[in-house]
Nanobody, 121 residues
Framework: QVQLVESGGGLVQTGGSLRLSCAAS????????MGWYRQVPGKERELVAG???????NYADSVQGRFTISRDNAKNTVYLQMNSLKPDDTAVYYC???????????????WGQGTQVTVSS
């Protein structure tokens, strides 16, 4: 099993910054991709940013240029630097880790407990 512990959420004003961290423990040897998702009440969880073991990244259009995802493989930790925050960024942010199950590439998703980010106008 993989355990994910997030930290860094909170309340910030429009235009401010926050940095989220997510530390993975347990069976981390088969994790390939990690990322951040967010969810607001009544809506589906959506991908914010993802990063592979090799460092390739992808972002949602809504955060491109404002958010930066990074990863420290030695520490099994992924970060999300969020700048120029907007009220629309308000959500619960979840850390995700995809663990490879077999040689065919099947994966299993692991989730953190979520951390609240609130951006006031």
């Amino acid at each position: 099993q993989v355990q994910l512990v997030e930290s860094g959420g909170g309340l910030v004003q429009t235009g401010g910054s926050l940095r989220l961290s997510c530390a993975a423990s347990g069976r981390t040897y088969n994790i390939n991709r990690m990322g951040w998702y967010r969810q607001v009440p009544g809506k589906e969880r959506e991908l914010v940013a993802g990063i592979s073991t090799g460092g390739s990244t992808n972002y949602a259009d809504s955060v491109q240029g404002r958010f930066t995802i990074s990863r420290d493989n030695a520490k099994n930790t992924v970060y999300l630097q969020m700048n120029s925050l907007k009220p629309d960024d308000t959500a619960v942010y979840y850390c995700n880790a995809k663990a490879v199950l077999n040689v065919e590439g099947a994966t299993r998703d692991h989730w953190g407990q979520g951390t609240q980010v609130t951006v006031s106008s």
